[in-house]
Every structure is written in C-alpha cells, then in structure tokens.
C-alpha cells in the first residue's frame, strides 16, 4: 500500500498541503513512519543499481523526492513532541525515533550512492549543473565520509550502534530537563513574602495556583514564571529557593534520581568521542568544525579567548560596580548569584532611572507582532497576512507572506509558555521550498516561544506584555525564519537555511535583533498597555544609555559557555583526564569574573550542546555575531543618509545576496558579495561598547 492510498486513514501521509494538526495522533506515528521508511528502502535499492548515464533527474531527484516525504513526516512528529508533549507521543516518539535514525545513518553509509554522487561529480553533465546542485554533490561527496561510508562494515555497524544511541541519549536528556522544569512547585501563600513583584506577575502567579486548584502564588521554572523573581524580589531567601531549584534541576542534586543527566552527559561525550575516532579524527570537535566556516578548534579558541581578553576589563568594572551598589544600597557584603539579577536590575533602574518592567508596558503583544512585521515588509517588500490552518494549540496563529500577490512562504506563531511544551525559542521548517513537477513548494516554518500569556483581572482580559528582552528574541527567531521563507533556491538540500554553514546560521537572526533599538521601529510597534501612548523619547534615550549595561559580563558568559563546550569535545578533557565539572570551573577561572556556587549544575540542562545540534559549535551564536554586526553597520550607514536604517536599498541586497541564496554558495562568498569585502569584529565591539 502506498502512501497515497492511505493518505486519507493517515494524516500523517497526507503531503498535499499544510500539516493536519487537528488530525494528527499519537497512534498515526508507527504506521506512517513504517511505511514511509518502507518506501525510501524501495528507491534506495533501486537507485543502488548501476546507472549507465547518470545524470541530477535519474539519481538524485528521486532521492530527494522520497526522503523528503519522511523528512516532513518526522520533523511533524518531532515538532509536536517539542510543543505539546504527552506520555503517548512521547511513547511514539521514542519508539520511533531508532528507526529513523538508523535509516539516516544507512544512507550516510551507502557505498553505492556514494559512488553515484562520485560519478555525478565526474559526469559530462557536471558543469551544466547550477551553483546550487554543485553545492549539493560536494555536501553529499563530505557527508559520505562523515557518515561512515567508507568504514569497513564492523566499524559500520558499530558507527551505526553509536548514531542511535546517541539521538536516544539527546533525546532523554530533553525530556529529563523538561520533566523536571514541569514538577517543580513553589507555592507563597504570603504576599508579604513576594514584596517587590510587579503586579501582573503577582497576577498570573495567582491564576497559576489557581489553575491547580490552590490558593496563593505558584511559580515554576518555566522563564517567564521564576526570572521575575530573580528580579524583582526583595525576598532574598525566596530568590536563593528559586535560583537554587533551577540551577540543580535534571542533575543529582535535584531530588529525582531519574530525571539525572550527568550520566547521559558522560556518554554522551564517550560516545562523541568514539565516532569521531571511528571516522579517523582525533576528536568530535575536528568532526563537528568540517562543515562550518571555522578551521579549527584551536581558531575558534583563539576568537573565543581573544573577545574574552577584550571584554574582561568591562567585565571587572561591571562586577566591581554590582558588588559596591549592592553594599551600599542592600548591606549586601558576599554577592551571591541569586543577587545579581535583582541588584543589576535595581543598579539599572537608578543609574538610568527605568526599569524593564517600566518598558514592558509599552509592548503589547499586537503591537510588536505588527511592527516586527512593518520592519519586513518594508525591507523586503512583502506582505504578511493572517491565514487559517489546522494547529497543535488554539493560542498558535498562522500567517502568509506574500509578493506581489503570490505566495511566498506561511508560518505558525506560537508565543506562549506551556506545561507541555519544551523551554527556549526556535524556529524549525514544516516544509522547504522546492520545485516539484506541479511547480514551487512553498515554504512554511515554526516560530516557537515562551513568554507570558494574556491573564484576565477582574474579568477583563489584558493582552500579553513582552519585554524589551523578549522582543529582541522574537526578531531572533523571525530573522531565521525569514532565511527559511524568502529563499529562492529550488533544491532542497540547500534550499534556506539547509547547507548553511552551522557558524553563519545565525547571521540573519542576530542581524534583526539591532532594529529592536531603533526609534523609527520602536514607534511602530509600541504602545502602553493601559493608556495606548507610544514609547516617550525621554524613556527609549535611557533605554539607548543603558543598552551596553554590563556587556561585558554578558560577553564573558557567552564565552564560557562556548569555551566549555569546545573544550568538552576537542580532546583535551581526555587527555588531562578531566571530569565534566572540572572542565567548566577551569574555564571559568580563565575567562570569568562572576563564579556560580558550587552546586551550580548548569551543565545538566545545557540542551544547546548536549540535545541541540550546538555540539561543539556553541561558539556560533559570537562568530555569527561578528558576521549580522558587520552586516547591520551597512544599514547603519544607509540610515545616515536615508534618515531610517529601514532601507529598501539596502534590504534588497540584503535579502538577495544572503537570505535567497540559502546554502547554495559559502557563507562568507554570500557576505563578501553583500558588503563588498570580509567581515571585522569592529561593529561587533562597537556595538557592545567595547571599542574606546
């Protein structure tokens, strides 16, 4: 039986147009999963034999045809375990993610595809190929070898040992972080005890307990429930109980044994480890570095030690200045890691006489969504619109984005923390644009939060507030989805972000968080919750003021956590026989000025390098950094002429020259042919104020 005949049983079978969400059940998984891995076997045996003249229609297309069905059909399954867990999916999910897995590292390993893509790459219709399908052949040619195809089949087979329980492994350690983000409870039956609490947090506390049938004040350690208590409350013992949960959560000290993750973490990295010497490198972190821009750990650590040596001194000064304000204002003598989120806060507020929760009211959810889309659909002239599709919660929105008329791509907006939903933004593709034999497939994409839902007081419902923070991370998030959706590649495998060197994916996201500082965009997408004005001047100058407030603590952190992650998988924990702890607190005594506690597990729930795809590769978000500030200066200097850093001008080329080409060329060439030359850190640094 054929996908297309069960199609109608199975949602899941069904690819003629958007996901049928309202459709789709755990019990949909196996069957469909079985029977579209079934399909690709079929072709695969088919393709394996020889092919006299082989050319891109008689070899690839039917390739890429078929695992994209399972592609899609997984990444559904995947997107829904992420966003709407549930003991049956994840029961599904899990039976059905080593099937999967194993099929990927089948392909990876296949001897006679590697040798079609070899004749491909020697063939007389070679040169007549696009850039793109050039591309797409010398990606595969380097997959192959790092998938294992030219092992001999023992090493093969254990290759393949490792690859699955290594995605079961990533998988657990996601679902012990979230399991114990969900149990977590702190009920405060005193409002005395939450003094300082700006009251709409006071307010969704409140509906918390309620929800649960309690009375009083519950928060989790969900971001938007336990971060306002770390910075607002004046309770100092409430903020350790709360800090102290989060930083122990899904490690030995967080009181369930079974949802520990310093055992996944070690094998985790045994087996990284094993893989790499497997495939004939020395370490994961030389197999992790092929195909990204960066050449090598000891490059990345030197970029990585070289940011720190220029922001340490700022960072000293920071630390310097924290320590005194909270001495002076709160008697506060041994700053502790669950005062400084408070004490920055109230340092901030009197220095620049605001605070965020003061900027908060200026962001209603409608309001921003609406000027994020203004900034897209003036730089890239499009047009968003509402759409109607079937979705996996009722709070989640969908859209279109149209060019003169036509369809350019869709996107699901789901912006709220839920139980049942994994912690984090992100942004995940549904589909990619391609073409097909009936024509271009659209791409459609999921733009996935975690801030503060509406709340209703006194029977009156508020809409959503989103702080200047959030803000920033909901263009993050669009900006990679804009990399997905205006794409114009019409080969899959390289098609948005697909085939982007893992080191400048983040260009496009980083590169829209800057226009969340200008005022021409601010006053599009602000007004007061309660009374509808716009953002005061007076106010977004302070904000300006206090935009570098303690980057140089920030950068430092960002350092240490990609620092951490290099060093964990470039060897050198091996061969000093170092333990995973022993490792971070090493690289903080090198580049940090702000030292946790000791029973501080932030390793267990670091889901980035550990169930994430950042593996060795958390350095990105700094490179990518260098890159998206590079490229905003040319915006910089377009609004000195033009008046608006919102340039048409310079969003076209933006738009041609980086997001439609996808990963059909290297990301620097697409950079270079953007700015004109290679990228410098100077923009970076003058953004976080470190240039003198």
């Not at 399972?70 to 899990?94: F, K, Q």
């Not at 194993?102 to 007389?124: D, I, M, P, R, V």
């Not at 508020?462 to 205006?486: C, M, N, R, S, Y």
Request: proline fraction near 4%; include cysteine.
């Amino acid at each position: 039986m054929t996908t297309q005949s069960i199609s109608t049983t199975n949602p899941l079978l069904n690819f003629s147009d958007l996901p049928l969400f309202d459709a789709i059940s755990p019990e949909h998984v196996s069957p469909a999963i079985e029977l579209l891995l079934a399909e690709c076997r079929t072709v695969v045996s088919q393709l394996e034999a020889p092919i006299a003249n082989i050319d891109w229609d008689n070899f690839v297309t039917p390739l890429e045809t078929v695992t994209e069905k399972l592609g899609r059909a997984w990444g559904i399954v995947s997107h829904l375990n992420s966003v709407r867990d549930t003991p049956e999916l994840r029961a599904a999910y899990n039976e059905n993610q080593p099937k999967v897995t194993e099929f990927w590292t089948e392909l990876g390993q296949n001897l006679h595809l590697y040798e079609h893509y070899k004749a491909l790459n020697a063939s007389a219709s070679y040169p007549t190929l696009s850039t793109a399908r050039k591309k797409i052949i010398s990606n595969a040619l380097r997959d192959f070898k790092l998938g294992g195809a030219e092992l001999a089949d023992d090493k093969k087979k254990r290759y393949a040992e490792v690859q699955e329980k290594l995605a079961a492994l990533s998988t657990k350690f996601s679902e012990n972080v979230l399991d114990a983000t969900n149990d977590y409870k702190l009920l405060v039956t005193d409002v005395a005890e939450l003094k300082g609490l700006p009251e709409e947090v006071l307010q969704a506390a409140q509906h918390a307990a309620e929800q649960d049938g309690k009375t009083g004040y519950q928060f989790s350690l969900h971001f938007p429930s336990y971060f306002p208590l770390l910075q607002y409350a004046e309770n100092r013992q409430l903020r350790e109980t709360i800090y102290r949960a989060n930083a122990t959560k899904a490690s030995e000290l967080g009181g369930h044994p079974e949802w520990d993750n310093t055992a996944i973490i070690d094998e985790l990295l045994s087996l990284r480890q094993e893989e790499a010497e497997l495939l004939g490198y020395r370490n994961f972190a030389e197999v992790s570095l092929l195909p990204k821009m960066a050449e090598s750990a000891t490059q990345v650590e030197s970029f990585l030690l070289d940011l720190a040596h220029k922001a340490k001194p700022y960072a000293e000064k920071d630390l310097q200045e924290l320590r005194q304000f909270a001495q002076e204002q709160f008697g506060i003598i041994d700053l502790q890691a669950w005062d400084t989120t408070f004490v920055s806060e109230k340092l901030r507020e009197q220095r620049y006489a605001f605070s965020e929760q003061e900027v908060k009211q200026y962001f209603p959810e409608h309001k921003v969504v609406a000027g994020l889309f203004n900034v897209i659909q003036t730089l890239f002239a499009v047009n968003i619109q509402s759409d109607s599709a079937a979705t996996w919660h009722p709070d989640v929105k969908f859209y279109r984005v149209e060019r003169d008329g036509e369809l350019v791509g869709q996107f699901y907006l789901d912006l709220y923390a839920r139980a049942a939903k994994q912690g984090g933004a992100w942004m995940d593709d549904a589909r990619a644009r391609c073409r097909k034999a009936s024509g271009i497939q659209t791409p459609v994409v999921y733009l996935t939060c975690n801030f503060n839902s509406p709340v209703v007081v006194d029977g009156v419902a508020k809409p959503a507030t989103f702080t200047h923070d959030e803000v920033i991370t909901l263009f993050h998030e669009f900006g990679h989805g804009l990399h997905q959706l205006l794409t114009k590649v019409d080969d899959i495998s390289v098609s948005g972000i697909s085939g982007v060197e893992w080191d400048a994916v983040e260009l496009p996201s980083q590169f829209m968080e800057n226009f969340c500082w200008e005022w021409d965009v601010l006053q599009q997408m602000t007004a007061h919750v309660d009374c509808g004005e716009h953002l005061p001047r007076a106010l977004y100058d302070k904000m300006i003021a206090a935009k570098n407030f303690q980057s140089g603590l920030q950068t430092l952190r960002q350092v240490e956590f990609a620092l951490f992650d290099m060093r964990l998988h470039d060897g050198s924990t091996r061969s000093s026989n170092l333990s995973v702890p022993q490792v971070l607190q090493q690289v903080r005594d090198e580049v940090s000025v702000l030292q946790p506690p000791a029973f501080n597990r932030f390793q267990h729930s670091f889901s980035h390098i550990f169930a994430g795809g950042y593996s060795a590769g958390y350095f990105s978000y700094k490179w990518a950094e260098v890159l998206s500030a590079d490229a905003y200066s040319a915006f910089e200097e377009a609004a000195q002429t033009e008046g608006t850093s919102l340039s048409r001008k310079v969003g076209q080329l933006f738009q041609t020259e980086i997001l439609e080409m996808g990963g059909s060329r290297p990301a620097l060439d697409s950079f270079v042919a953007f700015r004109g030359r290679k990228p410098t850190i100077d923009a970076l640094l003058r953004h976080n104020g470190m240039i003198q």
